[in-house]
């Protein structure tokens, strides 16, 4: 039977005389293909008789005749049989003995033409060595072009082993190489490549890749190879070639030879500039005389362009690890320059407020943790240095949210009693039966729950100062209690039969109003009298709205330290809008809506950012009031309305009209205009409050 086999442009014909022609790309067919799409024994050809059958061997991808996929098919004369890419044309006249006619085109190899008979072992035409060079030069620029694009390490040197045992025909290929190597190489301090500069030692040795001429992965590597021949190659630093290893005499004394039942065998050292950098290692468990000398030539030249190409690649991991390190190290600079800059952020709205209050008198105690410079909050300063060094009861007063526990911890922490216990309650968050064993304690088993013995606020602040909040809201039978504790000095605790005597500074507080309080019989008037001997008054935020850019600032750099992000610049608009807001909820809304604008807004802050109350508020407020004072006519209130505000911007800018101009979000020209307009000129000339400003 004669095949013209057709294989990536290359024709070659064969004649076989036995029974079987198996096809595929394992070693032991009779006609072996080499591309990844044909099966290892992907079909073969049967001869009964006379006939000859193609059977799939269930193959991957199938077996075609015609273009047809067929399981069993009887073959004829001239059929074309597809596996994978290659074509096999089938000629039978020539087994039946016909002679062809001089009319008959006949096939002609690329070779002399002789009949080659490849029926015994070792014989090869001239048209197979042919086909078997160009397959060479074919493989070698394929490697070629495949080592110059690859520069992952890993796939690089499974690529080398893959060429080494299709360059030669080989069952499997190892790659061993040492730790200097790795795969994952460590950075040192040593300058590059100059662990892989070191010389190869034996106890280094290691599988780093080993390879079925399937291109599939081997399980175990070391327990699959001789690594007493991959030893002797590496300390003589010469290859190794066995065409019978089990019968060599050079390796007579290694176990593993014997165990693995090598046969052929060509295992040769990886060098560049004299330096071993690791070894090839390629055999052939099946045949005997696999390899030659020729193909011990290929996979020299293959070694030393493999050994380029993983000098190369360690080249490129090094450079992707040093750019890493300068994008880590990029990273951590500019991570460094935002904590700088929120710093000096943070330090420039701190100044801002020292330099405010510097420029007032603020009392000779420290008040650093009350941000504040307006005159109200200086009449509190000066009211305070008056009242810290006594030890009569204060009574505290202002709306909810205006500071009214910093203010008695500044009372505390700048009076006598700095070294002493400050202890606070809340008199709105408790009833009246665990506030009464909150204030005195209570002994073990007064009550249902007194699994112990507690002691009171009362008894937690002898020797200090205790801090009442919200007192108003005590019930007249708690007022009592604590009246007579107030006028005695001693109480007892619930449950026991023993009074205690304290020593304690009495600073209460209320947003209500105790006097209002006492009129109505809400509050007794003895205990008023008790609490209120000193009196602190403490101003609304709407109240001293010169303070607001300064709590602002401060409290929006505290939100941002809180949540780890740069505090964002406050625009001019927005500023104007919260100097214009009334702040119902004073300090504690204002800290709100500061850490809502941490949140909402990156960089800046703009008018969108602002909660809707704080937009709108203000403006319908002005609008309102001016309505109020000018009932029916819409013109009056307008011009009530637009007086108002830029008398409030000129106030707010120090007479500098371009900087209210600013703040009502209008021009300087439209200003002056309206200065004109209503004859604000003359009503704040004496404070060169129009005439005069910065361009």
Partial sequence: MKLTIIEEGT???????????????AVDNEIRLSETLVSRHHCRIEREGSQHWLVDLGSSNGTRVGGERVLRRLLEDGDQIQVGQARLVVGLLAVAGAEPSPDETQAISAGDGAATDFSGEGHATITEDARRERDNLRVFASITAELARVTDLLPLLRQIVDSAVTLVGGERGFLLMGESLALEPVVTEEPPLASAAKQLQVSDLAVRVARSFDRSDIAIPRSRLSMGIASRVLEKGKPVLAVDAAHDDRFSTMASVEDLRLRSVLCLPIRIEERILGVVYVDNRLQHNAFSENDLELVELLAGQAAVAIL?????????????RLAASRLQIQDLNEQLGRKLRDQGSALAVVRAELGRERGRHDYTSIVGASDGMRAVFTQLDKITEAELPVMIQGESGTGKELIARAIHFNGPRRNKPFVTENCAALPESLL????????RGAFTGAHRAKKGLFEQADGGTLFLDEVGDMSPNMQKKMLRALQDGQFRPLGMERMVKVN??????????????????????????????????????RDRRDD????????LASAAREAGKPAPLISHAVMTALVAHDWPGNVRELENEMRRLVVMSRGEVTLEHLSP???????????????????????????DLETRSIQAALAQAGGNKSKAAGLLGISRFALQRKLDKYSLRDTHEGEDVAATGEF
Avoid: C, K, W
């Fill in 504 to 541: 304690v500074r009495l600073l209460t507080a209320s947003h209500r109003n105790l006097g209002e309080m006492v009129q109505s019989g809400e509050f007794r008037e003895d205990l008023f009298y008790r609490v209120n001997v000193l009196n602190v008054q403490l101003p609304a935020l």
């Fill in 312 to 324: 190369n690649a360690r080249r490129v991991v090094e450079l992707r690890q040093h750019n890493q």
């Fill in 548 to 555: 607001v850019p300064l709590l602002a600032e401060h409290l």
């Fill in 613 to 639: 109350a704080v937009r709108e508020r203000r403006s319908a407020g002005l609008a309102a009031e001016a309505l109020a004072r000018n009932p029916g006519d819409i013109r009056a209130a307008v011009a």
């Fill in 436 to 443: 009464e064993s909150e204030l005195f304690g209570h002994a």
């Fill in 11 to 25: 024709r070659s014909e064969l004649e076989f005389e036995g029974d079987v022609i198996s096809i595929g790309r």
